[in-house]
């Protein structure tokens, strides 16, 4: 069973500290991503990365930044937390090679993180 | 940009009624997938759909692809209350794995 972890289910944090959201998956997958969901927006893609070192931004990257030193882990970085970033955030893996891992090339989500900024 | 509207997005419906939810786009999508998503949890993979016209069944639920392959459809024959949840279509852009998500279907299933 695939399976992807989230550092915490819930956070509070306060305007201006820099907050660390961290992704755990254990399939050896080449691909992270780090997404943000908010009621009527869908989930919106912040970042992603399709191997070790190697980030892209998705489609809202303001604010933020990814680290990806291991193949496991994927971290999300709030430089200096804002309110509007208030949200639930979902951290989800692919493979790049489907057919060899005999799997789907679905996205594999985590519980996500609910993330409160006061 | 590529936008992906779902309708409805909001569904409240009596156990053993049909429903159909909507995936519309003016973008063409190299496949297409539904997931649901239960309340403190991260969405689910339920089908992926890629060939245009494309019919696919998992039990009470059938799904469907556009000729076009811009639109999909999700029906659900006789719901029933464990099928509450939040539906989210997603489209893959030019097989690069990265998906653009619709807004979501929220069904509520009355006992």
């Known amino acids: 069973d695939v399976k992807v972890t989230q550092s915490s289910r819930y956070l509070v944090k306060r305007t201006g500290e820099k907050v660390f959201l961290e992704c755990v998956q254990d399939?050896?997958?080449?691909?992270m991503f780090w997404y943000r969901q908010d009621p009527g927006l869908g989930l919106r893609l912040i970042y992603f990365s399709y191997d070790v070192k190697m980030k892209e931004k998705g489609d809202i990257p303001e604010g933020y930044s990814v680290s990806r030193e291991k193949k496991e882990r994927f971290s999300l970085i709030l430089e200096s937390a804002s309110t509007n970033q208030t949200s639930m955030y979902l951290c989800?893996?692919?493979?790049?090679?489907?057919?060899?891992?005999?799997?789907?090339?679905?996205?594999?989500f985590g519980p996500g993180t609910r993330l409160t900024v006061l | 940009t590529q936008l992906l509207e779902q309708s409805p997005q909001f569904l409240s419906i009596q156990e053993g009624e049909n429903l159909t939810v909507y995936c519309n786009s003016s973008s063409v999508f190299s496949s297409l997938q539904w997931y649901r998503q239960e309340p403190g949890e991260g969405p689910v993979l339920l089908v992926t759909?890629?060939?245009?016209?494309e019919v696919k069944k998992l039990k009470r639920l059938t799904f469907q692809f556009g000729d076009a392959r811009k639109d999909s459809s999700l029906h659900i024959t006789a719901a029933q209350p464990g099928d509450t949840g939040l539906y989210l279509c997603?489209?893959?852009?030019?097989?690069?794995?990265?998906?653009?998500f619709g807004s979501g279907t929220r069904l509520l299933v009355r006992p």
């Open positions: 989800a893996s692919t493979t790049s090679y489907p057919e060899l891992a005999d799997l789907s090339d679905t996205q594999y």
């Open positions: 997603a489209g893959e852009r030019d097989s690069s794995y990265k998906l653009i």
């Open positions: 759909v890629v060939t245009g016209g």
């Open positions: 399939m050896d997958h080449e691909n």
